[in-house]
């Protein structure tokens, strides 16, 4: 499956932005998803997956009450609903697929990765 990311860009604190992430394929609907995120010189981390059906997410403990995720397997889409953003949540936000339904799962166990979508947020 490909995956293509879009919706970030520049908001200020306290501000929302709704991330989306098409995917490609006829196998969408067999894939957990993932969103991650890395700041400058860091490595990917977590931030929240969703079950193949989307009855079951995690979050990251930072985005938790603030970032939702969703997705619509009609649609082959997973979005990631971010509110009340804050200037720490500025990075590059990768959207990923994998079959095992995680939580905090690393970077290493997804089988596809979206490029990335660049999330600013202004102090």
């Known amino acids: 499956v490909q995956l293509q990311a879009s919706g970030g860009g520049l908001v200020q604190a306290g501000g929302s932005l709704r991330l989306s992430c098409a995917a490609s394929?006829?196998?969408?609907?067999?894939?957990?998803m993932y969103w991650f995120r890395q700041f400058p010189g860091k490595e990917r981390e977590f931030v929240a997956a969703i079950s193949v059906s989307g009855g079951g997410t995690y979050y990251e403990d930072s985005v938790k009450g603030r970032f939702t995720i969703s997705r619509d397997n009609a649609k082959s889409s997973v979005f990631l609903q971010m509110n009340s953003l804050k200037p720490e949540d500025t990075a590059v936000y990768y959207c990923?697929?994998?079959?095992?339904?995680?939580?905090?799962?690393?970077?290493?166990?997804?089988?596809?990765w979206g490029k990335g979508t660049q999330v600013t947020v202004s102090s």
């Open positions: 990923a697929a994998a079959v095992p339904f995680n939580y905090h799962a690393a970077p290493i166990g997804m089988a596809h």
């Open positions: 394929g006829r196998t969408f609907s067999t894939y957990s």
